[in-house]
């Protein structure tokens, strides 16, 4: 997590309540009294993806916090984030402990890619005679790849739903909307000159004089990779920055220099939660503010694809738009292990939370989903 408030007490925690208004912590994961945690080697641990954490970091606290029995039958669930909470903007690997037993010396995973890829080659532990891995599921923000595991390896369950749109700085050569083959042409590096001016000028697009300027997010982003995908572009081209900042973070140093010119692929569901559902960094969140996140939206503003805007509302009523472009929307998932003979072949001891029937897609988590920017979706619970 990046910051943390006193809990949302539920009925069944409600006499704890006074005891977890304390100040934000930096440190993943946490207990049900805000202090770090190493989660128990029977105990459901979660990697990956960035544009999904805060979510998860809220709907596994507050299972835990309404679920007082925790043993091996019913084991707690945790989320590590994808960077350190005290540096989000960090994309060099860190170092954590998943679970009691597992090695401190184990790579963070940063994103979608990673943690499907430690989820498949996980370290196994003992414990009390019986065997845990210490990666028990990964976030994901883009669909299988073919370069994944095949379906009896891993199973993608659907969470929620998002969209992808293009950032630009609040002052900007760029134009307030693109069209696909636009976006196509600029991170393929081959917008065409004309009127004088030089290739891949932001003139040439409906803008102001400037070189264009594009940014993506590190490697292992599933953000990155749908996005991509969206537009149709393999191999990205020569003139895109080799900077890849963290996805989904506008306040990286990068967004500091040529700010008139770049452009940047984010998440309308964190735009949303940081914007407008999240405190300053470094300040505890007030009433009506998640618990989880911060705003790290900088000065970067979502555009418009193709005519249309990727959110409506306005402040805390703000969502994703239901008519923003198709290809630009996508599933946000949780990556599990195949089980053979489970429905939809998730595994037993993962079934009460990512299951059409678990925690995470009950009907009371969709006010969850939706205070971190995201939609909920009939399909919550579906594999692929």
Not at 138 to 149: C, G, L, V
Request: with cysteine.
């Amino acid at each position: 997590m990046r910051i943390l408030k006193n809990l949302v007490a539920v009925s069944a925690v409600a006499a704890v309540a006074s005891a977890l208004a304390m100040a934000p912590a930096l440190a993943d994961p946490v207990n049900g009294h805000l202090k770090p945690v190493t989660p128990l080697p029977y105990d459901i641990v979660g990697v990956g993806s960035d544009t999904t954490q805060n979510m998860l970091d809220q709907l596994s606290v507050d299972y835990n916090a309404a679920h007082k029995t925790h043993n091996a039958t019913h084991p707690y669930i945790y989320s590590w984030d994808a960077t350190p909470p005290s540096d989000p903007t960090i994309t060099t690997p860190t170092l954590i402990k998943p679970k009691a037993g597992c090695s401190s010396k184990t790579v963070r995973p940063d994103g979608s890619s990673a943690g499907i890829t430690d989820l498949t080659t996980t370290q196994k532990i003992k414990y009390k005679g019986k065997t845990y891995p210490c990666f028990d599921f990964s976030r994901s923000s883009r669909p299988r790849k073919a370069t994944d595991p095949g379906k009896t390896s891993i199973v993608f369950v659907t969470l929620a739903r998002d969209a992808v749109t293009y950032a630009t700085s609040a002052v900007t050569n760029a134009p307030a909307n693109l069209t696909a083959k636009q976006l196509t042409e600029i991170y393929s590096c081959t917008v065409q000159a004309t009127g004088g001016h030089p290739a891949n000028n932001w003139a040439d697009l409906g803008g102001k004089s400037g070189t264009i300027d594009p940014i993506l997010p590190q490697s292992g982003s599933g953000t990155l990779s749908f996005f991509l995908g969206a537009i149709g572009v393999t191999t990205p081209g020569s003139c895109v920055n080799a900077t890849t900042p963290e996805e989904n973070e506008g306040t990286a140093p990068v967004f500091s220099t040529d700010s008139a010119n770049l452009i940047f692929p984010f998440s309308a569901g964190a735009y949303i939660a940081d914007k407008y559902h999240s405190p300053a960094c470094k300040k505890k969140p007030g009433a009506g503010q998640n618990d989880f996140g911060c705003n790290q939206t900088g000065k970067l503003i979502l555009r418009s694809i193709n005519g249309e805007a990727p959110t409506s509302g306005t402040g805390s009523k703000t969502v994703i738009d239901s008519k923003f472009p198709p290809t630009f929307k996508r599933f946000l998932y949780d990556v599990v292990p195949y089980a053979a003979g489970t429905a939809n072949h998730i595994p037993a001891n993962l079934a009460g939370f990512f299951s059409k029937t678990g925690w995470f897609c009950s009907s009371a988590r969709g006010s969850v989903i939706r205070d971190y920017g995201f939609l909920t979706t009939p399909l919550c619970g579906f594999t692929s």
